[in-house]
């Protein structure tokens, strides 16, 4: 069993930036694929970005470029430091681990001026 729980999610205005972090627990971390999710309103869940247990990292093509994935395995915590937001980002962000197989509660990230 794998309990996640995400923070620093909130309002932000278009162009800045935001960091997520996800602290896990319950588990050997860091032999598990994590990732980061989101889901806007009368959308269905996608994809942001994953990073395996030896940091290789893949990102949806609406992120690349802007957002960055990281983890640490001695924390047990895996991050999103999220760059140059647009309103399009807007959504609630959700981490997972083991590729779907567990999910925190998510975390509210608006964006807008």
């Known amino acids: 069993q794998v309990q996640l729980v995400e923070s620093g999610g909130g309002l932000v205005q278009p162009g800045g930036s935001l960091r997520l972090s996800c602290a896990a627990s319950?588990?050997?971390?860091?032999?598990?694929?994590m990732g980061w999710y989101r889901q806007a309103p009368g959308k269905q869940r996608e994809l942001v970005a994953t990073?395996?247990?030896?940091?290789?990292?893949n990102y949806s093509d609406s992120v690349k470029d802007r957002f960055v994935i990281s983890r640490d395995n001695r924390e047990n915590s895996v991050s999103l430091h999220m760059n140059n937001v647009k309103p399009g980002d807007t959504a609630v962000y959700y981490c997972?681990?083991?590729?779907?197989?567990?999910w925190g509660q998510g975390t509210q990230v608006t964006v807008s001026s």
């Open positions: 990073v395996t247990s030896d940091g290789t990292t």
């Open positions: 319950g588990t050997t971390f860091s032999i598990y694929v």
């Open positions: 997972s681990a083991g590729g779907g197989r567990w």
